[in-house]
């Protein structure tokens, strides 16, 4: 069984951690050898991810994928920008438009609170249900007077 003291033990931890296991503390002991009884057991919560050494070597590979992210995230940026200012071709133009507004998070869908609303509903009483509906209803109807436009 691979011991936590050893320099390497750590990393091969962080890097499996980071890379193959997806972040999943389970899988990354099963595949750097640890026993089952070991990882199942919950042992491996204090000796293993409680470990400094291991904490630290976690936060030095996502400090390094940041940084290469974070150049990635302006290329795609600086090619967005420059497709938008030298193609001719308004289709084109639009693409790129939608493609820079949902990497920078502008991208909104239709219903956000769908499941929000759902899950209230589901909590709430039928009488309630039939009282939110009618509310709901006559505000819809005090916008139209008033002439606003509703989305």
Not at 6 to 23: N, P
Not at 122 to 133: P, Y
Request: with cysteine; aromatic share 6%; glycine share 4%.
């Amino acid at each position: 069984m691979p011991s936590i003291k050893d320099a390497s033990t750590v990393k091969a931890i962080a890097r499996v951690f980071c890379g193959k296991a997806k972040r999943n503390k389970t899988e990354t002991l099963r595949i750097v050898g640890y026993k089952p009884s070991y990882y199942l057991g919950g042992r491996s919560d204090r000796a293993v991810w409680g470990n400094v050494r291991v904490i630290a070597a976690i936060k030095a590979i996502d400090d390094e994928f940041a940084a290469e992210m974070d150049l990635t995230r302006k290329a795609q940026y600086r090619r967005l920008l420059d497709i938008i200012d030298n193609t001719q071709l308004d289709t084109v133009k639009v693409s790129a438009l939608r493609e820079l507004n949902e990497m920078l998070g502008y991208h909104r869908e239709a219903a956000p609170n769908k499941e929000k609303e759902q899950a209230l509903a589901a909590r709430m009483s039928k009488e309630d249900r039939e009282l939110a509906t009618l509310a709901a209803r006559l505000r819809t109807e005090q916008e139209a007077r008033r002439g606003l436009k509703l989305a």
